[in-house]
Each structure stands twice: as structure tokens, then as C-alpha cells.
């Protein structure tokens, strides 16, 4: 496994070695003791979620301010521009994004740690994207800030219809009156 540095510090992009040949490849996805050493990130993961979405579902920002969760995310099928927003006030990359082209085909992963927001949209015709949370989901907890925010300035794709949003996502607030982490 290879881990590439972002542009935010503690958002890690993940690049599996990928064993092929003329029959298909095999990758391992997940290995805790491999994932800590790489990234020194030691954490246990409590739940994993997949979801599929059509092109131009936009999912996100979301986040829970109580029981962050950290997410290590990955698309099996498809394509999706993946995003990750630091939403810790005393981080010196506060408000800032990172975002990376994540596929079945690049087959990269991303570390998104608690303390950040995160959403996708699908730029395939359809996408199924997998992640790995350290914490459970908490809907009471969870919040939404909008995918265009203009304090964000978020450099989305250009889409050829869309973005469609679910009415949580279409209701997101901006930063400035998001709950955000110390």
C-alpha cells in the first residue's frame, strides 16, 4: 500500500498494490495492521456502509459533530469526485477542502479523519461507494453543510444536469452557521 499526501495534512489518499493478469486482479481493500503502519492511523472501524447512486447524485457535506466519525472510503463501481472539508477550528487548514477523483478503476481510497466534512457526486452513470467508519452513525448527531457554500468555494465537476440532492442535503448551512470541531 502506498499513501499519498493531500493538501490537508490528515486526509490520506490510499493506493493499494494491485495484483493482475489476463484473468483480473486482487487487491487487498483492508488490513488493519497494514493501514496503521502506513498511515499511523490507529483506529478501530465499527461499521461499514455502500451505497449506489446515479450520475449526478451529490452526497454531502455531512458530518456528526457528536461521535465524529473518521471514514476510510473507496468506489467498487464507477466514478465519483470525493471531498473532504476540515471543519476544526484550531487546525491552521480550517474551511479548507481537498477532493480526488475516486474509481473502480484507479481503485484508490481516501482517509477522511473525524473532525472533517465529506460528500461526493457520482460522475459515472452510476457509482457504488464503499466506506469504512470508525464510530457508529448517530442521525441525531449528524449535520449538513451545502455542497456550495461560497465560503468553501468547492471546485465541483461540472455536471451536464444536477447536482441532485436528497431534502437533507438541499437544506445544508453555510460554514459560518455550521456547529463546528474545537
Same mark, same amino acid.
Given at each position: 500500500?502506498?499513501?499519498v499526501?493531500?493538501?490537508?495534512a490528515?486526509?490520506?489518499?490510499?493506493?493499494?498494490r494491485v495484483?493482475?493478469?489476463?484473468? !483480473?486482479?486482487?487487491?487487498?481493500?483492508? %488490513?488493519?495492521?497494514?493501514?496503521s503502519?502506513?498511515t =499511523?492511523?490507529?483506529v478501530? &472501524? /465499527?461499521?461499514?456502509?455502500h451505497?449506489?447512486?446515479?450520475?449526478?447524485?451529490?452526497?454531502?457535506?455531512?458530518?456528526?459533530?457528536?461521535?465524529?466519525?473518521?471514514?476510510?472510503?473507496?468506489v467498487?463501481?464507477?466514478?465519483?469526485?470525493?471531498?473532504?472539508?476540515?471543519?476544526?477550528?484550531?487546525?491552521?487548514t480550517?474551511g479548507?477542502w481537498? !477532493?480526488?477523483?475516486?474509481?473502480?478503476? %484507479?481503485k484508490?481510497q481516501?482517509w477522511?479523519p473525524? =473532525?472533517?466534512?465529506?460528500? &461526493? /457526486?457520482v460522475?459515472?452513470?452510476?457509482?457504488?461507494?464503499?466506506?469504512?467508519?470508525?464510530?457508529?452513525?448517530?442521525?441525531?448527531h449528524?449535520?449538513?453543510?451545502?455542497?456550495?457554500?461560497?465560503?468553501l468555494?468547492?471546485?465541483?465537476?461540472?455536471?451536464t444536469?444536477?447536482?441532485?440532492?436528497?431534502?437533507?442535503d438541499l437544506?445544508?448551512?453555510?460554514l459560518?452557521?455550521?456547529p463546528v470541531?474545537?
Amino acid at each position: 500500500m502506498k499513501v499519498v499526501p493531500t493538501t490537508l495534512a490528515d486526509v490520506l489518499l490510499i493506493e493499494p498494490r494491485v495484483f493482475g493478469d489476463a484473468r !483480473g486482479f486482487f487487491f487487498e481493500s483492508f %488490513n488493519q495492521r497494514a493501514f496503521s503502519k502506513a498511515t =499511523g492511523v490507529g483506529v478501530p &472501524f /465499527v461499521q461499514d456502509n455502500h451505497s449506489r447512486s446515479a450520475q449526478g447524485v451529490l452526497r454531502g457535506l455531512h458530518y456528526q459533530i457528536l461521535q465524529p466519525q473518521g471514514k476510510l472510503v473507496r468506489v467498487s463501481h464507477g466514478e465519483v469526485f470525493d471531498v473532504a472539508v476540515d471543519l476544526r477550528k484550531s487546525s491552521p487548514t480550517f474551511g479548507k477542502w481537498v !477532493g480526488a477523483l475516486l474509481s473502480a478503476e %484507479n481503485k484508490l481510497q481516501m482517509w477522511v479523519p473525524p =473532525g472533517f466534512a465529506h460528500g &461526493f /457526486v457520482v460522475l459515472s452513470e452510476a457509482a457504488e461507494f464503499l466506506y469504512k467508519t470508525t464510530d457508529y452513525y448517530a442521525p441525531e448527531h449528524e449535520q449538513c453543510i451545502a455542497w456550495n457554500d461560497p465560503a468553501l468555494c468547492i471546485a465541483w465537476p461540472e455536471l451536464t444536469a444536477g447536482p441532485h440532492l436528497s431534502a437533507k442535503d438541499l437544506a445544508g448551512r453555510s460554514l459560518a452557521q455550521a456547529p463546528v470541531f474545537d
